[in-house]
């Protein structure tokens, strides 16, 4: 069975036998048939390794056709290099198919919480363990784990083979949120005979984006539970479209073209349904509780948002650029999510977080300008018996990676880049640099990257900030002044970032994936 998606050209193979024909050459013997089983691949140079014969074949790049029991076949389309051809394989046991993760998360991630539920459904199929941050922590060497503490955060990590009491950690972090509207706690409201519901803006977003776009509705509930101090959490998405925020007519705001100062309070006011007697006081609330089938009495609270349900979708003559929402920051946590399961070190711990609260300041119990990752790397090592000055001694001697979107610069507006160390889409990942430590890249840690990128030919690119723009914060100094390493920001170029939809390139994607599973490998 062959599952193909289309949006990242990749290919997933249930591990059954099946004959693989090709109008070129697939092997270096010269072979344009083969029967193939048990698929594998290595994700840093991307060469699919397949058994065939009893004896182990390097596929080619080439125009492919797949032959099925029916004898139907399914074409490939042909490219330059295997970098789309094959981007990743199954590699698993039994029935069941690796997710295509960067379409899957941007469409699943519709809340912080849905974010690191997708995670961990996602790193239990890789056969990553959960470990639980209310017990002991005690890894074993040669192991893969996740912990949740919150259920917006979460850390995966893995270790080698060695038992030694230093631990270097090789480590990368990305963030789950991203602007939205937040529904308040009492939003019935009606207006000119519409159902309305007050929300919050949360995040820095591009306000005249959500204009006219189909929203639904994700995020957690809390249900009466036995326990008062344990109340039932559940995890809600409407996956439908249930509300939108209807626009004003040029007719109505003859000015609008001109720029107008959009009134959050007034105008960003999502319209649920027509009111006409249909809609009462509570209506909200009575909605959730159809939803998910139980009394109104019974939902106590809730953290819910507005989520622009529009699908990701590749754009131009050669489908390259993806357009979607929340492509800042989910492309990184799916591009961590990647890498820790491909990248590997006989020696030493790689480990991933992912941290909610980047967009509005880091400063909670779920976000990285916190104790937590302190607290966990410290419980990780000393569950593997390392003593306090082995842990510092441990940290001391590693790297971490701060993964979050970057500004590309602009064809329509090229005056709002650097005049000349900027990023362009299509050409790689990109290191942020700031002179003024805005960011956590120091030239010694460009220099290891570089090297990575060199040695696997990987495109890689650098940008700095305009002087007169400042750009958006990461979480890379938040985490090294917390816990003083070798750091680095890094991300993919991408236009309108905090838009409801924005857009990168696919190649950088690809690019980025490579670069941290180097840095998870080497």
Same mark, same amino acid.
């Not at 959500?210 to 539970?225: E, H, K, N, V, Y």
């Given at each position: 069975?062959?599952?193909?998606?289309?949006?990242?050209?990749?290919?997933?193979?249930?591990?059954?036998?099946?004959?693989?024909?090709?109008?070129?050459?697939?092997?270096?013997?010269?072979?344009?048939?083969?029967?193939?089983?048990?698929?594998?691949?290595?994700?840093?140079?991307?060469?699919?390794?397949?058994?065939?014969?009893?004896?182990?074949?390097?596929?080619?790049?080439?125009?492919?056709?797949?032959?099925?029991?029916?004898?139907?076949?399914?074409?490939?389309?042909?490219?330059?290099?295997?970098?789309?051809?094959?981007?990743?394989?199954?590699?698993?046991?039994?029935?069941?198919?690796?997710?295509?993760?960067?379409?899957?998360?941007?469409?699943?991630?519709?809340?912080?919480?849905?974010?690191?539920?997708?995670?961990?459904?996602?790193?239990?199929?890789?056969?990553?363990?959960?470990?639980?941050?209310?017990?002991?922590?005690?890894?074993?060497?040669?192991?893969?784990?996740?912990?949740?503490?919150?259920?917006?955060?979460?850390?995966?990590?893995?270790?080698?083979?060695?038992?030694?009491?230093?631990?270097?950690?090789?480590?990368?972090?990305?963030?789950?949120?991203?602007?939205?509207?937040?529904?308040?706690?009492?939003?019935?409201?009606?207006?000119?005979?519409?159902?309305?519901?007050?929300?919050?803006?949360?995040?820095?977003?591009?306000?005249?984006?959500?204009?006219?776009?189909?929203?639904?509705?994700?995020?957690?509930?809390?249900?009466?539970?036995?326990?008062?101090?344990?109340?039932?959490?559940?995890?809600?998405?409407?996956?439908?479209?249930?509300?939108?925020?209807?626009?004003?007519?040029?007719?109505?705001?003859?000015?609008?073209?001109?720029?107008?100062?959009?009134?959050?309070?007034?105008?960003?006011?999502?319209?649920?349904?027509?009111?006409?007697?249909?809609?009462?006081?509570?209506?909200?609330?009575?909605?959730?509780?159809?939803?998910?089938?139980?009394?109104?009495?019974?939902?106590?609270?809730?953290?819910?948002?507005?989520?622009?349900?529009?699908?990701?979708?590749?754009?131009?003559?050669?489908?390259?650029?993806?357009?979607?929402?929340?492509?800042?920051?989910?492309?990184?946590?799916?591009?961590?999510?990647?890498?820790?399961?491909?990248?590997?070190?006989?020696?030493?711990?790689?480990?991933?977080?992912?941290?909610?609260?980047?967009?509005?300041?880091?400063?909670?119990?779920?976000?990285?300008?916190? !104790?937590? #990752? $302190?607290?966990?790397?410290?419980?990780? =090592?000393?569950? @593997? +018996? %390392?003593?306090?000055?082995?842990?510092?001694?441990?940290?001391?001697?590693?790297?971490?990676?701060?993964?979050?979107?970057?500004?590309?610069?602009?064809?329509?507006?090229?005056?709002?880049?650097?005049?000349?160390?900027?990023?362009?889409?299509?050409?790689?990942?990109?290191?942020?640099?700031?002179?003024?430590?805005?960011?956590?890249?120091?030239?010694?840690?460009?220099?290891?990257?570089?090297?990575?990128?060199?040695?696997?030919?990987?495109?890689?690119?650098?940008?700095?900030?305009?002087?007169?723009?400042?750009?958006? !914060?990461? #979480? $890379?100094?938040?985490?090294?002044?917390? =816990?003083?390493? @070798? +750091? %680095?920001?890094?991300?993919?170029?991408?236009?309108?970032?905090?838009?409801?939809?924005?857009?990168?390139?696919?190649?950088?994607?690809?690019?980025?994936?490579?670069?941290?599973?180097?840095?998870?490998?080497?």
């Amino acid at each position: 069975q062959l599952i193909v998606n289309p949006l990242l050209k990749q290919v997933n193979i249930v591990p059954f036998n099946f004959r693989l024909t090709s109008k070129f050459e697939l092997t270096e013997d010269g072979e344009n048939e083969l029967f193939l089983q048990k698929p594998s691949y290595d994700h840093i140079n991307h060469v699919a390794t397949w058994v065939s014969s009893g004896e182990l074949e390097v596929i080619l790049p080439a125009e492919f056709s797949f032959n099925y029991t029916d004898n139907t076949s399914f074409d490939v389309k042909e490219t330059d290099t295997e970098k789309y051809t094959f981007s990743s394989m199954y590699t698993g046991t039994g029935g069941s198919i690796k997710m295509n993760v960067l379409t899957e998360c941007l469409s699943q991630g519709t809340s912080p919480a849905s974010v690191i539920s997708f995670a961990k459904e996602y790193l239990k199929q890789e056969g990553f363990e959960e470990l639980y941050y209310d017990k002991m922590l005690s890894p074993k060497e040669n192991g893969k784990f996740f912990i949740t503490p919150f259920p917006d955060v979460l850390f995966a990590f893995t270790t080698g083979n060695a038992k030694a009491k230093i631990q270097s950690l090789r480590m990368a972090f990305a963030h789950v949120d991203q602007p939205c509207f937040k529904v308040k706690g009492k939003p019935d409201f009606k207006s000119m005979g519409c159902a309305m519901l007050n929300v919050e803006v949360y995040g820095g977003m591009m306000d005249h984006t959500w204009f006219d776009r189909p929203l639904g509705i994700a995020g957690t509930i809390m249900l009466r539970g036995e326990d008062v101090f344990k109340p039932e959490e559940v995890l809600y998405d409407s996956k439908r479209p249930i509300a939108v925020i209807p626009g004003l007519a040029i007719h109505m705001q003859r000015e609008a073209n001109n720029g107008w100062k959009i009134d959050r309070q007034k105008e960003l006011m999502p319209l649920m349904g027509i009111a006409n007697g249909r809609w009462t006081e509570g209506a909200f609330l009575h909605f959730l509780s159809e939803e998910l089938s139980v009394d109104e009495s019974e939902i106590l609270s809730y953290d819910l948002n507005l989520y622009n349900y529009d699908q990701p979708q590749l754009c131009g003559v050669k489908e390259e650029i993806l357009c979607s929402p929340r492509i800042d920051n989910l492309a990184s946590v799916s591009a961590l999510l990647e890498s820790i399961t491909d990248g590997e070190r006989e020696s030493g711990i790689n480990l991933i977080g992912l941290f909610n609260h980047e967009e509005v300041g880091s400063f909670t119990k779920s976000g990285a300008d916190s !104790t937590l #990752l $302190g607290s966990i790397l410290n419980r990780i =090592l000393s569950g @593997m +018996g %390392c003593s306090k000055e082995q842990i510092e001694i441990s940290l001391a001697q590693s790297y971490y990676l701060s993964v979050d979107g970057a500004h590309a610069a602009h064809p329509n507006y090229t005056d709002r880049c650097d005049t000349t160390t900027r990023a362009y889409i299509g050409q790689g990942a990109t290191i942020k640099v700031s002179g003024t430590q805005k960011y956590a890249s120091d030239c010694r840690m460009y220099a290891i990257l570089l090297g990575l990128a060199e040695k696997y030919d990987i495109l890689l690119q650098e940008i700095n900030d305009r002087n007169t723009i400042r750009g958006g !914060t990461t #979480l $890379g100094p938040m985490i090294g002044s917390h =816990l003083p390493m @070798m +750091g %680095c920001d890094l991300g993919i170029p991408m236009f309108a970032m905090h838009s409801a939809r924005e857009t990168m390139a696919m190649e950088d994607y690809i690019s980025l994936c490579r670069l941290v599973t180097a840095f998870f490998t080497e």
